[in-house]
Nanobody
Framework: QVQLVESGGGWVQPGGSLRLSCVVS?????????MGWYRQAPGKERETVASITSGGGTVYRDSVKGRFTISRDHLAKTVYLQMNSLKPDDTGVYYCNVQYLGTVYWGQGTQVTVGS
């Protein structure tokens, strides 16, 4: 059974940091898979936050550039999202995503709340 299990969300004050983790089933954690993080704020559509290709290339949405870093650990079968200098607009449910052999897999999401 394919699983993506996120963790690391929570509440943080503006300017704070969080590190999200997504443990991915070994069957799809391939060097040929693309992985990413998405988020969905209340009343808004899900949007791409960051992605990392099979070749290790990274792409970020403009609003998080310089603040967020996506990475992958093949030994741990984990995708990370380091989030620094968090802002209230970063609030939302964050989802891990894996695209492998034409199939898209999603995690259950982890809530991130940035507020004073």
């Amino acid at each position: 059974q394919v699983q993506l299990v996120e963790s690391g969300g929570g509440w943080v004050q503006p300017g704070g940091s969080l590190r999200l983790s997504c443990v991915v089933s070994e069957s799809i954690f391939s060097r040929h898979a693309s992985m990413g993080w998405y988020r969905q704020a209340p009343g808004k559509e899900r949007e791409t936050v960051a992605s990392i290709t099979s070749g290790g290339g990274t792409v970020y949405r403009d609003s998080v550039k310089g603040r967020f870093t996506i990475s992958r650990d093949h030994l741990a079968k984990t995708v990370y999202l380091q989030m620094n200098s968090l802002k209230p607009d970063d609030t939302g449910v964050y989802y891990c995503n894996v695209q492998y052999l034409g199939t898209v897999y999603w995690g259950q999401g982890t809530q991130v709340t940035v507020g004073s």
